[in-house]
């Protein structure tokens, strides 16, 4: 498909989606909770699938992590569908003047853009679409170039599961990456590094287009003159070393106390072997189960 292709495909679903949603205007609290309830299986349900497309995707990883991710969105949404009636309720305000009513109501934005990453793949799409489906919108959604598999598998999932005017896939690389970030959505959400987050929001700008950026960043750990330091550098390499490092949690840099920084690196190290020998452990007891 060529840049001109995906643009005209990607402002045709945008038109799709404006339509439904303004002959829908405010979807009640049943229809945003069958939406979840049918993302939420449709993750369930190919959890494995899910698990092997990955791994071929990073030339390996962990079915057990790819699986914690994935149950982590399923749980977004299935808490979503229990909590979005209370959400859905309207806010009352002092008023600022006498016999006057003030309240804040939760009126859908419409069609939000969402842009993953390819670190985690499942959770960074399918997290922030459990708050677009409970908020009564509609996304289309950019998977990342960097997975080609998982992103496949997804966009099967989501046509099976979803009409094209409520949730839809579509693909490409850097280049339509940048059309898609310069579409008049409603809102989009991006997440990625600071560089690439940067030309995302000179490109909504054109739009007016409201953006919600989570960016990668530094991470820093203070560890107190009081705290054990063993215990500290066990705590800071089980997320260092959470999938092979590719964690937005995981600390790039550890402020300790004076004079402890010798005894600090060699915690890690020994930290770092606690938690290899934790996660093969962890490995043969499920290979055995």
Not at 103 to 132: D, H, K, Q, S, T
Not at 264 to 286: I, K, P, T, Y
Request: net charge neutral.
């Amino acid at each position: 498909m060529t840049t001109t292709d995906f643009k005209t495909q990607l402002h045709k679903l945008i038109q799709l989606q404006r339509t439904a949603h303004a002959k829908e205007r405010v979807p009640d609290a049943a229809t945003r909770r069958d939406r979840l309830t049918r993302a939420a299986t449709m993750l369930a349900r190919a959890s494995d699938a899910i698990a092997v497309a990955v791994s071929e995707d990073f030339g390996h990883r962990s079915a057990e992590e790819t699986r914690f991710e994935t149950f982590g969105a399923v749980n977004a949404f299935r808490h979503a569908a229990t909590r979005v009636e209370n959400w859905m309720q309207p806010v009352q305000h002092p008023a600022l003047a006498p016999d006057a009513e003030a309240r804040v109501e939760y009126i859908p934005l419409g069609v939000i853009g969402v842009v993953g990453p390819w670190n985690y793949p499942i959770m960074c799409v399918f997290g922030p679409l459990a708050g677009i489906l409970a908020a009564g919108n509609r996304a289309i959604i950019k998977p990342s170039e960097f997975t080609p598999r998982t992103s496949a598998l997804l966009a099967r999932l989501i046509a099976e599961t979803f009409h094209p005017s409520e949730v839809v896939i579509v693909h490409g690389e850097a280049a339509e990456g940048a059309l898609f970030t310069a579409a008049p959505f409603d809102h989009l959400m991006f997440t990625g590094s600071t560089s690439v987050g940067r030309h995302v929001m000179r490109a909504a700008a054109d739009n007016l287009t409201p953006v919600t950026l989570e960016l990668g960043g530094k991470s820093p750990v203070i560890v107190c003159d009081a705290y054990d330091l063993a215990e500290a550098a066990q705590r800071v390499m089980a997320v260092k070393l959470r999938s092979a490092g590719q964690i937005c949690l995981a600390p790039d840099y550890a402020l300790v106390p004076a004079g402890s920084e010798r005894e600090f690196a060699e915690q890690c190290v020994a930290g770092a072997s606690h938690v290899s020998e934790r996660s093969r452990l962890g490995r043969l007891h499920v290979n055995h189960k």
